[in-house]
């Protein structure tokens, strides 16, 4: 020891195990020597110095650091080599320490309330700094105490993750994010950022995350549409609201082979026009129209109605007006069919994840058994069709599910058949209009209010286990009009598009 030590509060040494003793009135009853800690210590020795007090005769007494200490004893078999492991450490100055200050130093240096640990963005970080300044991710790996694959994902996620994104979460103050939602965001680095941060409060991330997947889908499939539109010569009306009100789609007009009107056939119509569809099959697809049927003879002249029936059809012809400015705007049925859709694969995922499980939650071998023994709809329906025998292989994960029930645990059983019952509801739900409620939708769909119905147990079922309703199912189960639209990923560009002014103007 050196003459400083009297006169400063701390001195820096490397001190051998076998110098120190375990202070006796430590509060700690717990030293919690993970395998991830050990195996820390084990590679890398004891990096942050341990806090002694000199007893004298070169030995001295540990303060602060009982968990490092023990570590690191792990790393030798025997007490005399453990004896001889070095360890870095602060010795205190006894002349400037306070009564009970000992256990004030164990209070603070162990209170969550004055440290915290780095966030997993702050440790991809590092792992991902390791990494690019040459260390091997598998030394890596065997340096931290973590997996190859846990480094990996670290790795890719502080790449992925922009500055855009480490911004709004800076501004947010979110700290708590794990990797697999940090790897997410990272995904976008967008506007769309802060409305998944937002869904992710409200506890709808995953639908949230498959709305934006989807509409950056559709937004980058209608910028390689609208140019072939226009080399083409087909107007299109982004807004399909704003088309006239004459304007019908061509499938509903008979083409020239009394088939209904093909958009080949259509092209050289003056009022030919396309507008996005409003409930796509893939990516970019667009619905055509002719914006007045009448005008350009697609129907054969009305004959004029007797004089005697004149005010009937009148009446008829005003009660058609009225029942079509009661349906809902085309765009806001493109809306809620694009919920709907992003919903069912959101919920499908979860499901998935549901089912791999090995335990089952306790409500399911009620509902499993209620079903089978009520024989509803969805179950009645059930034939094993491929359809459905094909989503319950990516339900379970199996190309067999049959031959897996085989082996299977008592409870994973529960988890098979609910995959049955999952796929039976899912099914049923497949028809996009569901989520409607009004007239135009429950006239043209044979059974919509029962699909309804059904949707309704199923989903009000998922909520009791945990599954986080979207706006549009919360809709179903209290079988309401779908009133909140979910935020797009971004205003549509319609530089290269008709307006639907323009397509009427044309016409």
């Known amino acids: 020891m050196s003459d400083t030590a009297t006169t400063t509060p701390m001195q820096r040494v490397t001190l051998r195990l076998g110098q120190i003793r375990v202070n006796e009135r430590n509060v700690r009853q717990e030293l919690n020597l993970d395998e991830k800690f050990l195996k820390s210590v084990a590679a890398n020795g004891v990096k942050v110095p341990v806090v002694v007090l000199p007893l004298g005769e070169d030995t001295y007494e540990l303060k602060m650091g009982h968990r490092r200490y023990f570590a690191a004893r792990t790393t030798k078999e025997t007490e005399e080599e453990q004896d001889t492991v070095e360890v870095p450490a602060y010795v205190l100055n006894p002349s400037l320490r306070e009564a009970g200050g000992d256990f004030i130093d164990q209070l603070i240096e162990n209170d969550d309330g004055y440290r915290r640990g780095l966030t997993e963005l702050e440790q991809a970080d590092a792992l991902f700094g390791a990494v690019s300044e040459g260390m091997k991710q598998a030394r890596v790996a065997e340096l931290t105490g973590r997996t190859r694959t846990q480094v990996s994902r670290a790795v890719k996620t502080a790449k992925t993750v922009g500055e855009r994104t480490r911004s709004v979460l800076a501004e947010a103050g979110t700290y708590d994010l794990d990797l697999e939602v940090l790897r997410v965001l990272g995904e976008f680095d967008d506007d769309a950022v802060d409305r998944l941060l937002e869904a992710y409060r409200k506890g709808r991330f995953e639908f949230q995350v498959q709305w934006e997947r989807d509409d950056r889908e559709e937004q980058q499939a209608r910028a390689t549409v609208r140019p072939q539109l226009k080399k083409a010569g ?114 499908q995922v979860w499901l998935k994840d549901l089912i791999g499980r090995k335990t089952a939650p306790k409500p399911l071998a009620a509902f499993i058994t209620e079903q089978w023994l009520a024989c509803p709809k969805p179950v009645a329906q059930w034939s094993g069709d491929v359809s459905r025998r094909n989503l319950i292989k990516e339900l379970t994960g199996y190309d067999q599910p049959a031959e897996r029930a085989k082996t299977a645990t008592p409870a994973k059983l529960t988890l098979l058949n609910f995959a049955v019952l999952a796929a039976t509801f899912e099914k049923r739900m497949n028809e996009v209009r569901t989520w409607r409620t009004d007239r135009s939708a429950q006239s043209s769909v044979y059974e919509l209010r029962e699909i309804r119905a059904d949707a309704r147990t199923w989903l009000t079922f998922l909520a009791e286990i945990g599954y986080p309703l979207s706006s549009v199912e919360q809709a179903v189960v209290d079988d309401e009009p779908f009133q909140e639209h979910e935020p797009n990923a971004a205003d549509e560009d319609t530089t290269d598009g008709a307006s639907a002014e323009d397509s009427e103007d044309a016409s």
């Open 234 to 347: 087909v107007r299109l009306a982004e807004d399909s609201d704003t088309l006239p009100p004459t304007a019908e789609p061509l499938a509903e007009l008979d083409g020239p082979d009394d088939e209904p009107m093909s958009a080949e056939a259509h092209t050289g119509c003056p009022g030919h026009v396309a507008t996005w569809a409003e409930n796509p099959r893939e990516p970019g697809e667009v619905d055509y129209f002719c914006t007045d049927p009448d005008r350009f003879g697609h129907r054969p002249p009305q004959e004029d109605d007797q004089e005697t029936d004149g005010d009937e059809g009148s009446q008829q012809a005003e009660a058609t007006g009225e029942a079509k400015s009661s349906e809902p705007s085309r765009e806001y049925v493109k809306a809620g069919n694009k919920a709907y859709r992003a919903a069912e694969k959101a919920r």
